[in-house]
């Protein structure tokens, strides 16, 4: 496929997500590359044209040079946007209560710790969904309540072949000190993630380390 071919597609699948305002949203392809510029109303939309972009098939990466750009009603006090974030992450039962959230000029820092990546994650979608809200930047330390086992890489690979989206004969994994890595090839987006989170899920991880390629 074309670049011009791919760069149509990508800006078809932003046009079709109705969650997406696509007409300040510019695409670029190169080799697979798609590169999104332009601005968004909020970091959720910011969050959707990347996943929007990863659906298209053809697309092996995505660079996200998109700005979120608040009009002015929007716009927040950094004391009053942390009291709202703060009142979400309390609100989200799968957040810890040992996550807390600072916020300079509309971007979020967020810290603390979690058990799981999960938590972290959801903490970090909570926080995004705020209005107001520029950025978000995750500094939650993860303490697994398990702790690192020879055997969790062997868990790791059963766990990806369960997953009925994954081939896990083309994917490799190694781990050493409680850090997953993957290797490999995977032939979607959607299967890159699948491996990632089934990775993330095996107790006493505390970090992966990504290197598989989307080749189609």
Do not use: C
């Not at 979120?68 to 006090?77: I, K, S, W």
């Not at 994650?121 to 697994?144: D, H, K, M, Q, Y």
């Not at 868990?155 to 850090?179: F, Y």
Request: net charge negative; no cysteine; hydrophobic share 45%.
């Amino acid at each position: 496929m074309g670049n011009e071919e791919l760069a149509r597609r990508v800006a078809d699948e932003l046009r079709w997500d109705p969650k997406m305002d696509s007409d300040t949203i510019a695409v670029d392809a190169e080799g697979g590359t798609v590169t999104l510029r332009g601005t968004v109303g909020s970091l959720r939309q910011r969050r959707e044209a990347r996943k929007a972009a990863e659906r298209v098939y053809g697309v092996v990466d995505v660079f996200d040079d998109l700005r979120v750009t608040l009009l002015d009603e929007h716009r927040r006090e950094d004391a009053e946007l942390r009291g709202d974030v703060l009142q979400a992450l309390m609100l989200d039962s799968v957040v810890p209560s040992t996550v807390d959230a600072s916020v300079r000029d509309g971007f979020v820092e967020l810290r603390g710790t979690a058990s799981w990546q999960f938590q972290r994650e959801e903490a970090e979608f909570v926080a995004g969904n705020v209005p107001g809200v520029l950025g978000v930047r995750t500094s939650v330390i993860l303490t697994s309540p398990a702790p690192y086992a020879p055997e969790v890489k062997h868990s790791i690979k059963k766990a990806l072949e369960r997953d009925a989206k994954l081939d896990a004969d083309r994917i490799a994994v190694e781990t050493i000190n409680g850090i997953a890595v993957l290797s490999g090839a995977v032939r979607s987006w959607s299967e890159h993630d699948a491996a990632v989170t089934a990775a993330w899920a095996a107790p006493g991880v505390t970090a992966v380390e990504d290197r598989l390629i989307v080749a189609y």
